[in-house]
Antibody
Framework: QVQLVQSGAEVKKPGASVKVSCEAS????????MHWVRQAPGQGLEWMGR????????NFAQKFQGRVTLTRDKSSRTVYMELSGLRSDDTAIYFC??????????WGQGTLVTASS | QSALAQPRSVSGSPGQSVTISCTGTSSDVGGYDYVSWYQQHPGRAPKVLIY???KRPSGVPDRFSGSKSGNTASLTISGLQSEDEADYYCCSYAGSYTLVFGGGTKLTVL
């Protein structure tokens, strides 16, 4: 079955960068886009961007353009999300989620990123 | 890319039906048949209930149904059960290879 396993919780100081990984299994890695969605404490879901694991081409919500980098390693079937210039309002759970056409079919367990001095 | 508009909360008694609306614009909900709905229980990852406006993934009960009219999509849950108490989010393709979520609706089963 499809599994998306994310890296563990992170605590970073404001201004730092954080890199979260998402290891995929159970499907053809290059056949599905990988999206990233975040959820601040007590708040709703926010779509951040996606990567085509085959070509490496990325698309982002305007809000995250220039601050988020998505990369992939085909050999390890892993996608990475790096967020730079962390602020306190970036504190959130970050989910990787496998796309199927234009919906989000499978989800990772989430990674809590805390930005605090 | 503004969030789609959803009611903050809805409620219903077991066995009843509830409908959650999701209002966008002609640039997202109204412009594409790519609306999906997600259920999220506390502390859990979201789970897709409906995709492409009306389609249900295998394993999702047919008590859950989706529709769309103009710039507003709707999720209807019939035969409410206690386990349906959760947060519900709509999501739409918004052009330029982007997605946008609604603000979320908390469903309370009375």
């Amino acid at each position: 079955q499809v599994q998306l396993v994310q890296s563990g919780a992170e605590v970073k100081k404001p201004g730092a960068s954080v890199k979260v990984s998402c290891e995929a299994s159970g499907y053809i890695f290059t056949a599905s886009y990988m999206h990233w969605v975040r959820q601040a404490p007590g708040q709703g879901l926010e779509w951040m961007g996606r990567i085509n694991p085959d070509s490496g081409v990325t698309n982002f919500a305007q809000k995250f353009q220039g601050r988020v980098t998505l990369t992939r390693d085909k050999s390890s079937r892993t996608v990475y999300m790096e967020l730079s210039g962390l602020r306190s309002d970036d504190t959130a759970i970050y989910f990787c989620t496998r796309g199927n056409t234009e919906y989000l079919q499978d989800w990772g367990q989430g990674t809590l990123v805390t930005a605090s001095s | 890319q503004s969030a789609l508009a959803q009611p903050r909360s809805v409620s219903g008694s077991p066995g009843q039906s509830v409908t959650i609306s999701c209002t966008g614009t002609s640039s997202d909900v109204g412009g594409y048949d790519y609306v999906s709905w997600y259920q999220q229980h506390p502390g859990r990852a979201p789970k897709v209930l409906i995709y492409d406006v009306t389609k249900r993934p295998s394993g999702v009960p047919d008590r859950f149904s989706g529709s769309k009219s103009g710039n507003t999509a709707s999720l209807t849950i019939s035969g409410l059960q206690s386990e349906d108490e959760a947060d519900y989010y709509c999501c739409s393709y918004a052009g330029s290879y982007t997605l946008v979520f609604g603000g979320g609706t908390k469903l309370t089963v009375l």
